[in-house]
């Protein structure tokens, strides 16, 4: 039986929004999760302002089992994921002192700050997140998980929770690359589709330098059922004249 | 006085939150769109699913003035964007003779078989819009603006529709690097934000290889405002001896 486990991510950050820098983490999350039989379903990303934060934390945590922030974590005024998840808890945002400890493995006492200390403002009942490269923490409060947005923290936290997560069946996935215009093998691929629901088939056109084709990528929970829909669309694409690679099994 | 133009993002697409692709129209749709005066306050990523597409298209079209999507107008089964979209409407999807006759530039009548038909079905009252690469059109209804997930056909359609945008007020930026930790200006840089309401002041820390700061990055719409600020932000640095180096003005 097919137990499916979501997940859903809220980037937050006005540099992605606006462009000047490219969000690197989305990736590394989906590939992440679907490793412990988490499945993305979701990606929203905000602007640092609190009404948006509260309003994807709370949409999101009741309509996936879990929900990874990155971003906005930092010591700046415009870090207000902290007081952001809190309101959408509805409980207070409290100094936590297992935080400032953490933060007094990298800062000197003299060098902690007001502003340094705002990163251990974490509202009341969640746990810490370890940050093995800069130590402030991030946390996890209910089903929201709240990391950092430099890629290098944020995946160093996402490994320290990641297998403590409870996932379902995991998605396999194997794909063929079929030399043809999708759209002649558009009914023939529907058609295996329909016989096969407990797969999902994408089809994902390419042109590369006047060479052109698609990746039909099927993904299910049993491997034998994956396979033979592999098998089924590469003769399917065959019939057509269609010159057809099927993905080689991964490395041992 | 300031005139904000917003705009919501909905990357349709299940190769995304998978992991398998990496998003590559994000960026250059927030980039653009700033070009022409209006800002991309939100992007959601949702599955190939209908009620994910509808649910995200009503929700972003009735708070933002322009709505764009990305992916799924192709041919096979898991095109789903264009009867999602008018289903969001609540309007039927037709079969449109403009579109047809656009298909029939690129695909000879013999191979126009039904799949590829479907690349015709619009939602009854939408207009096309124009696809130079490959001819198979995107659409636009209400505020809502449908294309293709390939970039190239992307770039080449949002290039055709952009400037018939009707922009507001253009965000212009400026930054400024400053090596020191972030945590040592943080409170300086919230009395910078405090006493000037018109600029979006926002931090960006970072370590290059040991050699760790922030960026500053000063948004508004007053080209002066956003000197001052950065002026303030460069001189409150080095009161506390820090290197800084502005960004050098744009070239000609």
């Known amino acids: 039986m097919v137990n499916e486990v979501s997940a859903a991510l ?7 929004l606006s462009g000047r820098t490219q969000d690197a983490n989305l990736q590394y999350i989906a590939l992440g999760l679907n490793e412990v039989g988490v499945r993305l379903k979701e990606v929203r990303v905000v602007t640092d302002e609190e009404d948006a934060i509260v309003a ?20 700046t005024h415009d870090d207000i994921t902290a007081e952001s998840v809190a309101k959408a808890f509805g409980v207070p945002l409290r100094r936590d002192p297992r935080a400032v400890e953490r933060l007094l493995r990298q800062i000197k006492p003299e060098n902690l700050n007001e502003a340094r200390l705002r990163m ?6 969640a746990d810490l997140i370890d940050n093995p490269v800069s130590h402030a923490p991030g946390f996890h409060i209910g089903n929201v998980y709240v990391m950092a947005g430099i890629p290098r923290i944020m995946q160093a936290m996402f490994e320290g929770v990641r297998h403590s997560l ?12 079929i030399y043809i215009g999708e759209g002649t093998i558009a009914t ?5 589709q329909h016989r096969r629901p407990d797969v999902e088939i994408g089809s994902y056109p390419f042109n590369r330098g006047g060479i052109f084709g698609t990746v039909i990528v099927v993904r299910g929970t049993d491997a034998a059922t994956v396979e033979a829909a592999i098998a089924e669309v ?8 269609a010159t057809v690679e099927v993905e080689a099994p991964p490395p041992r």
């Not at 251990?120 to 009942?125: C, F, H, Q, V």
């Not at 023939?188 to 295996?192: K, M, P, R, T």
């Not at 590469?234 to 004249?241: F, S, T, V």
């Open 10 to 16: 809220i980037v937050i950050g006005n540099e992605v």
């Open 56 to 75: 994807a934390v709370n949409a999101l945590r009741a309509t996936y089992n879990y929900v990874f922030t990155t971003g906005g974590i930092g010591p």
């Open 120 to 125: 251990a403002n974490i509202p009341d009942g």
């Open 166 to 177: 409870i996932g379902g069946s995991r998605l396999l996935s194997k794909s063929v690359t």
């Open 188 to 192: 023939g691929l529907a058609e295996i």
């Open 234 to 241: 590469a003769e399917m694409a065959e019939g057509h004249g």
